[in-house]
């Protein structure tokens, strides 16, 4: 640009501001007065005006920002972009859209969606660029927020579907008829069912191991002859640790009730856990589930589903080891 064209173009950005100051008050009002972030632009692209709104945003004065100095707010990782595109508006006379980063006068960066239109003359060339950036940052968040939360449902729904898909066919297993089979697999649906329960209490953040225990307990707990007894501290379960352990009580409590202590009515059982934070950098659950006054136990001689689950299942999904 030569030191003429400089000054032609100084003259034509003061007359525009001039025009905007004393030619029409209430545009300037009506600029000043609306939440986005307001612009204009020579044919060339060169920005001569912002509103206050601009101005109150980035911290910045029309000497800094004139011409291209607007690229000083832009997002360094967004910029090149930016400037490719709205030149090629320039160039093409076509309306712009994008969306981007800009700095804050304190320094954070919200996004913006931006627009710019070509205003026209009568014979239809650019003489004048229009553009405004509206902050879609909250907007932008909980877009996020929701894909995120579709994602974890999509998730959930793929690891409900084979966890029951995997019940059905454990369930089968063994049944010697439809009756018993859907005594089992209605069972362990109701089970799967209270844990998710639990878990959707805190939007899938997880569970504390009373709550856990306590709900799938809650029928012998109750009276004077309360037959279960339960201790442990405060510990907070994710969301596959919570199923897996609601899983795993359930079969207990089943085996328990048919042949273990709670299918005679002296039978107890105390249920305890700690935590072991001396044996390495982190802390190990102990959970031990103990039973009393129940018949002698015999050597079923095969593993069944619930044990399986336990043994196999829980060690597994809790990175652990499990004893029966």
């Known amino acids: 640009m030569t030191k003429k064209d400089a000054e032609v173009r100084r003259e034509r950005c003061r007359r525009g501001e001039e025009a905007l100051r004393d030619g029409d008050v209430s545009f300037q009002l009506l600029a000043d ?3 986005q972030l307001a612009w204009m632009a020579q044919p060339d692209g060169w920005i001569f005006w912002y509103n ?4 109150d945003y980035t911290g910045t004065t029309l000497a800094d920002m004139e011409g291209w100095g607007w690229r000083r707010v832009h997002h360094p990782d967004h910029v090149e972009r930016v400037v490719a595109r709205v030149q090629r508006s320039w160039e093409t006379g076509e309306p712009w859209e994008d969306t981007f980063p800009l700095k804050s006068r304190d320094g954070t960066w919200r996004w913006f969606l931006s627009r710019a239109l070509p205003v026209r003359s009568d014979e239809g060339e650019v003489v004048l660029w229009f553009g405004t950036n509206t902050d879609i940052t909250e907007i932008r968040d909980a877009e996020e927020r929701q894909q995120l939360l579709l994602d974890e449902l999509n998730h959930r729904v793929k690891n409900t579907l084979a966890a029951v898909q995997s019940l059905a066919r454990q369930s089968a297993h063994g049944a010697k008829d439809v009756d018993s089979f859907m005594d089992k697999f209605d ?3 109701i089970a799967l069912s209270r844990a998710h329960s639990l878990l959707a209490r805190d939007v899938w953040q997880g569970a504390s191991l009373m709550e856990v225990v306590s709900e799938s307990l809650a029928p012998f707990m109750q009276g004077e002859e309360a037959r279960v007894e339960i201790s442990g501290r405060q510990i907070r379960l994710g969301p596959t640790a919570a199923v897996s352990f609601g899983m795993a009580l359930h079969e207990l409590i089943t085996n328990a009730t048919k042949y273990g202590a709670l299918s005679l009515p002296e039978g107890r059982v105390n249920i305890h856990w700690s935590l072991d934070l001396e044996g390495g950098s982190q802390p ?3 959970f ?7 018949p002698k136990v015999a050597d079923a001689g095969r593993r069944g589903f619930g044990s399986r689950l336990i043994e196999d299942g829980m060690a597994r999904e809790l990175d652990g080891d499990v004893e029966l």
Not at 52 to 55: G, H, I, Q, S, V
Not at 288 to 294: H, I, N, P, R, Y
Request: hydrophobic content about 35%; charged content about 25%.
């Open 187 to 189: 069972s362990r649906l």
């Open 33 to 35: 007065s609306i939440p």
């Open 52 to 55: 206050k709104r601009w101005y």
């Open 284 to 286: 190990a659950l102990e």
């Open 288 to 294: 031990v589930w103990q039973e009393s006054g129940g």
